[in-house]
Every structure is written in C-alpha cells, then in structure tokens.
C-alpha cells in the first residue's frame, strides 16, 4: 500500500495524480493541469514549505483561515485526545456531547451578550445556507411568510453551495447554475471606483441608501434580510466608508429587516477585535462564522443567532427541520475550544489591534503610497488591500487590471511570497500571530513583487 507523501514520489509524480482525479476551485483545469500545480508538504508558523523545498511567506493564512499560523501543537493535542475519546456523534436523538457544549459556553463568553444561540456546520458556505433557511422559518413563526427575500450586495462572497452563491453577488458564479429566486442584491460601497466626485461619507451614506430603495421596490412586507461582510473579503478586502453601516443598521431596523453579518473571514482577530462588526460600530441579528473558529485545523462553522431569533425558534417553532451529520462534530468542537483559548489566553487579539495590526498597516503606507502601481491602501488589523490604478489623481484604473494583478500575485510566488489577486487590488492576511519579522518580510516580498510587475508593464 503507497502512504500519503510516499518519499519516493517525485512532484511530478503528485502533479500527475492530481490532474487525474481533481478538478480544482476557480481555475481552468485544462490550464492547471498543463502548468501543474504547487505541492505543499509542511507548515509552520507563516511558512510553507512545497515538495522541492521552496520556502513560501503565506500572506493569506492559507484562505483567511490560520489565525494561529501553522504546526501548531496544542491543536493537535486537542484533536488527538478528542479522537482517542469520542471521534464522532451526532447532535441528533435528543444527544449532545461535553465538546460541543463547551465549545458554545466559551463563544458566548466573548460575544456580545445579545447573542445566545448557534447551529453548527462544517464550513461557512454551509453557515450561510443554514441562515437563509433559518431566516425564513423566523419569520414563517412570526406569521409573515412573505418575508423571505434575502438581499447581498454585488460582489459579494457567501460561499459555494447554491442557496450562498445566489445570496453573494458574483455574477460568474451565477452564471454556473443558475440563480434561485427571492435574492436580490444591492451595489457594493467601493467608494475608490465608484464614488467619482462624491466625499467618502457622502458615498458611504448613497451606498446605504440603496438598502432602503430596494426595499422599498421590492416592499418591506417581503424583505426578511440583508446579508454582507463587514469588509468584502473574496471581493478584494473592500472596506465601506465610515458612515456606511450605521445607515445600513437604522435601515434594516426601520423596516424591520434582519441585519445579518458574515463573519467567517473577519471573525477570530482579524481587524483586532474578536469580530469585524465591532470594528464596524454595528449590531447584527445574526453572524455566520468558520475559518478562523479552527484556524483552519479542520473543518467548522456555524450560525450565530441574537437572543430575540433564538426565543422565537425554540419558544414558538416547534420542530426545527435541519440537521448535518457532522453538526457540532466532537473533534472540530475540541480543536476550536484550543484555539480560541490561545487566541484569548496569548493575547493574540489584542496584539493585532494594538502592535502588529498598527505596524502592518504603517509600514503599508510608508512603502507604497508613492509606488507607481499603487493607488490607494486600505486596511486594519492583519488585513489589507492596495488598489492599482492608472493614474492616481483621477482614480482611472488599469484597463487590464486583472492581467497585472495575476502577475503581481505569480510573481509573489517566485519570490517566495503567497499574496491574492482580486480584480484591480492585491490582498493580504497573514496569519495572526505574525511577528515585525514576518510583516518585514510581507512587505518587502510584497514590493519586489510590484515593482517587478511595474517594470514589465513599464511603469518603473
């Protein structure tokens, strides 16, 4: 029998296998199995290490999710022990589990005391295909059936299953499938490409405001939620302005409209408070967690719900027909209980708000506010974004924006360095518990990887 990473395999050997049986995430497989793909072995800390012992920075924390880094051995542990106690069973047969109960009282011990419920899942498409059936039995209780049009934003990412890809916004995932009925969307507040000569604040409120338009067009009676990300993360780590989100909350509260967050890849630090609402300033009903709830350690999400949902459900609903086999499954609840306490008992999330986030985003500023690619950084915490454009003045982005950024983020690659390219903008998140030392070498494989690309569209 051959084991998993045979030593006598060669990376072609793994490329070739792997073009055989895999069809990959949005990628041209034809293209990827001509170039073949990048065979990582090991991790540890913010490195990776591949099957010819090419040492990559991962900017990303793998897709926003190592919060913790990699190698880490208390997760393990946590795994390992849980494993040789329970493996597995279910939350089904009026059963529950230790794991999973202490799981839920260590969450809400660091929430805000308005949330009090969660259904668990195994990964955030699935947290938010839960919330669009439980939004919809909410307001089924309440005796307003007719509520039940989900509203995104375009541009937006909820995940991959059905029910989440009509409530995200990105039309080529659409296109794949088909979209559902009752979903609508609303623009997204990216003031630097659409807020032409309007201020920051005066396009964060136009942007808000197309919230109540669409409701009002579709009619209130029938709006059970809006649903978006704190900051648009796959969309290219889109930060609204300042005055975006309090007037989002005042409309969806007007009209008596959910205000649902996704939080699965701003939860767990990432902008330096636990959750990237608080950050925010504003108060959802519900929050769609993952990623960071394991750091990526194995597979888990889940949905949140405020104490004024949950009374409802369990008060009044009576049966609730939903279920997952691996809901709240004993190893993944074990693996996130010691993770959240190191992110908690390490200081991990104050660091970010107070030393490593403030250092990331100052050294960001110093060195590419004067790039001739860069036109505009946003960003806080361990999170951020530079925007190229064409010419700075006039916000005029590249006409081949995509092109550059795929070659910005191919050459990361070369340099040692795995950064994302989405659209006109280059993203990052490394993992929480960088060092300067990591954020040093971020930044400075960042601007090789610019100004390489600078010079070969000419414009270094």
């Known amino acids: 029998m051959t084991l998993p990473q045979n030593p006598t395999r060669t990376t072609r050997d793994y490329q070739a296998l792997d073009a055989a049986h895999h069809i990959h995430a949005f990628v041209d497989q034809k293209a990827l199995n001509a170039e073949g793909p990048r065979v990582m072995v090991r991790g540890e800390g913010l490195h990776l290490w591949d099957n010819e012992g090419k040492r990559y920075l991962d900017g990303m924390s793998g897709l926003w999710c190592t919060n913790l880094g990699y190698g880490r051995k208390d997760l393990a542990a946590a795994a390992t022990r849980q494993l040789e106690r329970l493996p597995y069973y279910n939350m089904f047969f009026h059963t529950t589990h230790p794991a999973v109960v202490e799981l839920s009282e260590l969450l809400f011990s660091l929430l805000p005391s308005h949330y009090s419920h969660a259904i668990y899942t195994n990964s955030g498409s699935e947290a938010n295909e839960v919330l669009i059936r439980t939004v919809r039995r909410y307001w089924q209780i309440l005796g307003k059936p007719q509520k039940k049009v989900m509203i995104g934003r375009w541009n937006g990412y909820h995940g991959s299953t059905l029910g989440s890809t009509a409530l995200g916004g990105m039309g080529f995932m659409h296109e794949m499938g088909g979209m559902l009925p009752d979903f609508a969307h609303i623009g997204e507040p990216y003031w630097y490409v659409q807020g032409g000569e309007l201020t920051e604040e005066e396009f964060g ?46 409309i969806c509260r007007q009209y008596d409209v959910l205000l649902c967050a996704d939080e699965v890849i701003g939860g767990f630090g990432r902008t330096g408070e636990w959750f990237a609402h608080q950050h925010f300033g504003f108060e959802p009903d519900t929050l769609t967690i993952a990623k960071g709830l394991t750091s990526g350690y194995i597979p888990m999400g889940g949905l949140v719900l405020s104490k004024r949902m949950a009374e409802v459900l369990v008060e009044q609903g009576g049966v609730f027909a939903h279920g997952l086999t691996y809901s709240g499954h004993p190893v993944a609840a074990a693996v996130a209980i010691a993770n959240i306490k190191a992110l908690r008992d390490e200081g991990v999330v104050n660091q970010v708000k107070n030393d490593s986030g403030p250092y990331l985003q100052q050294c960001l500023r110093q060195v590419f506010e004067g ?90």
């Not at 924006?401 to 795929?406: F, H, R, Y």
């Open 205 to 250: 409120l136009k942007a808000a405001r197309e919230l109540e338009a669409k409701i009002l067009e579709l009619g209130a009676d029938k709006v059970a939620a809006f649903v978006a990300e704190p900051f648009q993360g796959a969309g290219g780590m889109i930060f609204p302005p300042a005055s975006y989100w309090a007037e989002v909350q005042r």
């Open 371 to 460: 790039h001739p690619l860069v036109g505009e950084i946003q960003g806080t915490g361990l999170v951020a974004a530079l925007q190229l454009c064409e010419d700075k003045p006039s916000r005029k982005r590249f006409a081949n924006e995509t092109d550059i950024t795929w070659r910005c983020r191919t050459i990361g690659f070369e340099e040692g360095l795995i950064i994302r390219a989405t659209g006109g903008r280059m993203i990052m998140a490394p993992a929480l518990v960088a060092t300067r030392g990591d954020i040093d070498e971020l930044v400075s494989k960042t601007k090789l990887a610019l100004d390489r690309t600078a010079q070969e569209f000419g414009r270094l």
